[in-house]
């Protein structure tokens, strides 16, 4: 059975910084991950994804020059660091994973509908 789990969201203030942990089970992290968000009354948005072997990650340009996603292949665990975070980005932080691919494709890695393990969250809350 495969189990996503995400754990590290917190509330902070603006300027601050977290890292999130996906923590898996029933799959090899050994391909593409993900990490999505979703605020209250949005879509749920993708945040970066990261392929095995060394490949660039993905990111949300909006995103990329304070998110770092990385990975523990031994720990099977992924991360995502975040640094001066903004009210803007509280919401809800998934982690998921697609059912085959070892590598994020470039046209569909930002979708949610490619992935099909997800986690159930971890909530992310910015205050000014």
């Known amino acids: 059975q495969v189990q996503l789990v995400e754990s590290g969201g917190d509330s902070v203030q603006a300027g601050g910084s977290l890292r999130l942990s996906c923590s898996t089970s029933?799959?090899?992290?050994?391909?593409?991950m993900a990490w999505f968000r979703q605020a209250p009354g949005s879509e749920r948005e993708a945040v970066a994804a990261?392929?095995?072997?060394?490949?660039?990650?993905f990111y949300a340009d909006a995103l990329k020059d304070r998110f770092t996603i990385s990975r523990d292949i031994p720990k099977n665990t992924v991360y995502l660091e975040m640094t001066r975070l903004r009210t803007e980005d509280t919401a809800m932080y998934y982690c998921?994973?697609?059912?085959?691919?070892?590598?994020?494709?470039?046209?569909?890695?930002?979708?949610?509908?490619?992935?099909?393990?997800w986690g159930q969250g971890t909530q992310v809350t910015v205050s000014s």
């Open positions: 990261v392929a095995t072997g060394g490949t660039t990650p």
């Open positions: 029933g799959i090899l992290i050994n391909r593409c």
């Open positions: 998921a994973a697609p059912e085959f691919s070892y590598l994020c494709s470039p046209s569909a890695w930002g979708k949610p509908d490619w992935y099909k393990y």
